[in-house]
C-alpha cells in the first residue's frame, strides 16, 4: 500500500481560490522544491519595519536525521543563498528559528482563451512555513551543502574539489527550515472559455486558443577560459540533456486535461 | 543626456553581500519585472500569525497617470493573480495600503568552477517594496488588465473577445502598489576560482569548468480542442520566437564577463 502523508491544513496553507488545485502532499509539494532553481524566501526584517523582505536562495529537501528518507516523507528544507548577514542573524537570534516563507513556482505553459479575463497559466506551485535556525555541526552542513550542489547539477559535488576546507566550512551558512505548514497548487489543461463566447462564431473565428508550453532550458554548456578538461564530462552532458527532455516534457503533458 | 533615476537607498533595500553587483537604476529594476512571467509577492497575513505568506503572481509596471512614461521613470506595480481573499481584504482595510514586498528573479545560468564553495548562477533579480490597494476606477482596471495581458503575450489583448463584461469587471481585481524602494542585483560572467585551486594540476585536469546557459523556452503552440483559427496568428508566432531569441541571447551573453 502506498502512503501518502500530507502537510495539516491551518488556516494559513489552506488552499481557498480553485481549491480543486490545491494539494497538500508531502512528495508532490517537495518535489516543487526540488525542481525549481531559485526558491524566494520571506521574513519579517524587524518590528518597526513595515515591508516583509523576499531573498532569491537555493534550496533542497532532506534530512539528516534519516538521509534515507524518501521524497514523500517528513523532510526539513536547507536553504543557501545570499544570505544577508540580516536574515542570519535573526535566525540566530531567535530562540525557536526565524518564522520564515519559502515559495517555488514553475511555469508550464501560457493558456490563451477567447477573453482575457480567462486567461491563465499552466504551473505548479509550492508554499511551506516553517522556523528557520543555522545548521550548526559540521557533519550536518556537510550534507545540506553536498544536497544542494548536486541539486543545482546531479553528481557535480563528487566531481568538484571536495571537501570544503576549514575557511570554506566557517564562510558557508546554511539555514535548516523545521516545516510547520505547506500547499502545493497545480493548474494544467487548456483553456477553459464560458458559452457566451464559445458560442459566438464572430469571436471563435478571428481568437485562436491553446496553450504555448513553457519550460526552463538549458543550453550547450560554454567551458570557461582557465578549463583544462578537453570533453564535457559524461554526467553534466547528460544532466544537461535529461533536464531539458523532462522539462519539456512537463510542460507538454500539462497541457492534456487533468 | 540620458537620466539615470534611482531608487533611494535605505536601510532595506541597500544590496551588502557583493555589493558591486546591486543596482538601484528604475529601467533595470522595472525591465527585470516585466520580464519575470511570475512575480513572488510577500505580505503579512495578520498580526496574530507568525508566518508571512507569499503568492505567486503575474504583474507589471505602468502609469495610469502618465501613460506614456518610460520604462526608466517612476511607474506602479499592477498586480493580478490568484488574489486570495485574504490578501484583497487586508489592502482594501488597510488605510495607507498593505505594505508589501515584489520579487521577480530570472536565473540566467548554472557557473561552475573546482569547488561547490565558488559555485554560482548567472541571475537578474529584482525587489520592491511597497503599499498595495485595488484599483477602484473601471478606467484604471482596464489599463491594467490590457497591461498584463499584452505582458504574457504581447498584442493578446486586441486580438481577443475585449472590452471584459460587467461580470469580467466586477469579478477581476487588481492591486496597484505605490513602490517606496526598490534594488536589483545582477552576476554574469564566468566561474572565479581562488588561486589555491587553480594552481593545482590534479584538480583542474579533473573537473570542467563553465558556464550552463539557462533560459525561459517556449515551444510550439498546441491550438485547443476548440481552437477554430486554422493558422497560427503572426503577431503569436513571431512573439514565441522573437522571446525564443531574446530569452537565450541573454543567458549567452551573461556568461561574458561584465
Known sequence: MVRHLEYPKKPQNTVKRYNNRGTYDLGIIHSIINTTSVLHVSFAPSPDEPFPAILPMIGVMGSFEYPSSSIEEPLDCYLHGYVSSRIMRLARESPNGLPICVAATKVDGLVLSLT???????????????????????????????????????????????????????????????????????????????????????????????????????????????????????????????????????????????
Open 116 to 258: 482575457p479575463n480567462s486567461h491563465s497559466y499552466n504551473y505548479r506551485s509550492a508554499v511551506l512555513q516553517g522556523f528557520a535556525k543555522p545548521v550548526e555541526t559540521d557533519d550536518e552542513k556537510l550534507y545540506a551543502m553536498q544536497l544542494i550542489t548536486n541539486k543545482v547539477v546531479d553528481g557535480r559535488w563528487e566531481n568538484t574539489r571536495v571537501p570544503p576546507d576549514n575557511v570554506e566550512m566557517t564562510s558557508t551558512t546554511i539555514l535548516r527550515v523545521k516545516v510547520e505548514t505547506g500547499s502545493g497548487k497545480i493548474r494544467q489543461g487548456g483553456p477553459h472559455d464560458e458559452a457566451k463566447d464559445e458560442n459566438r462564431s464572430d469571436i471563435t473565428e478571428r481568437v485562436w486558443t491553446g496553450v504555448v508550453p513553457v519550460y526552463e532550458a538549458f543550453d550547450t554548456p560554454i567551458p570557461s577560459d582557465t578549463n583544462k578538461v578537453k570533453d564535457l564530462p559524461s554526467y553534466l552532458d547528460s544532466y544537461v540533456s535529461e533536464t531539458n527532455n523532462h522539462n519539456r516534457e512537463s510542460a507538454l503533458n500539462a497541457v492534456k486535461e487533468p
